[in-house]
């Protein structure tokens, strides 16, 4: 089956630590995108990428990092400069031409921290 | 006008109401819109997309009223299962990347 597979579920942050969330997708999509969502809040854009080694920040980017060496392929760090981590990370993908198409989602990490 | 703005709710209805979420975007060039469905603590699924003035999908219906920028989705017939957060979303920003609203929470009682 296609689609686009999230890991960890759940992952556990120290004080001081970078950790790295994990997005593979087999639908062949060029475009790939991290978004941030807490509680009772919409999705805020981190990072995109519409193609591989190349991507931009989104709208919240601070203490983020992201590569696109695959186009499978794009994880997300959260680095220790990201003061807030708390939250829940959604992955996303569009289809090739994605203007005008919708975004399939991963089905997410909850982020927390020890 | 925000980019895109909901009623957060909640909406409570009974089974079998008739419910009726209005979203309204600010981008007028907007072409392709789309709603999704979040339940709790688990990723946005997509529930309807919108190309034209609307789409109906069984008990579901979007309609786009382009002159005065709003979307809605109507549910009919409101099954228990349909307790979500339902998530308005229009293109926007420089490459066309997708703007989620807050989302509108429903919930159907019994």
């Known amino acids: 089956d296609g689609g686009i597979t999230q890991s960890p579920k759940y992952l556990f942050r120290k004080e001081g630590q970078n950790v790295t969330l994990s997005c593979e997708q087999n639908?062949?999509?060029?475009?790939m995108y991290w978004y941030r969502q807490d509680p009772g809040q919409g999705l805020r854009l981190i990072y995109y990428?519409?193609?591989?080694?190349?991507?931009q920040k989104g709208d919240i980017a601070e203490g983020y990092s992201v590569s696109r060496e695959k186009k499978e392929s794009f994880p997300l760090t959260v680095t220790s400069a990201q003061k807030n981590p708390t939250a829940f990370y959604l992955c996303?993908?569009?289809?090739?031409?994605?203007?005008?198409?919708?975004?399939?989602f991963g089905d997410g990490t909850r982020l927390s921290i020890l | 006008r925000k980019e895109v703005e909901q009623d957060p709710g909640p909406f409570n209805v009974p089974e079998g109401a008739t419910v009726a979420f209005n979203c309204t975007y600010s981008?007028?060039?907007?072409?392709?819109f789309f709603w999704y469905r979040q339940d709790c603590r688990k990723e946005p699924k997509l529930l309807m997309s919108?190309?034209?003035s609307g789409n109906e999908d069984g008990r579901f219906t979007a309609q786009l009223n382009r002159a005065s920028q709003y979307i809605s989705l109507l549910i009919r017939d409101s099954k228990l299962s349909d307790s979500a957060t339902y998530l308005c979303?229009?293109?926007?920003?420089?490459?066309?990347?997708?703007?989620f609203g807050k989302g509108t929470k429903l919930s159907v009682k019994p």
């Open positions: 979303v229009v293109p926007g920003g420089s490459q066309g990347n997708l703007i």
């Open positions: 996303a993908s569009r289809t090739p031409g994605a203007r005008g198409q919708p975004q399939h």
């Open positions: 639908l062949n999509h060029d475009a």
């Open positions: 981008n007028s060039a907007s072409q392709s």
């Open positions: 990428s519409q193609i591989v080694n190349d991507f």
């Open positions: 919108v190309y034209s």
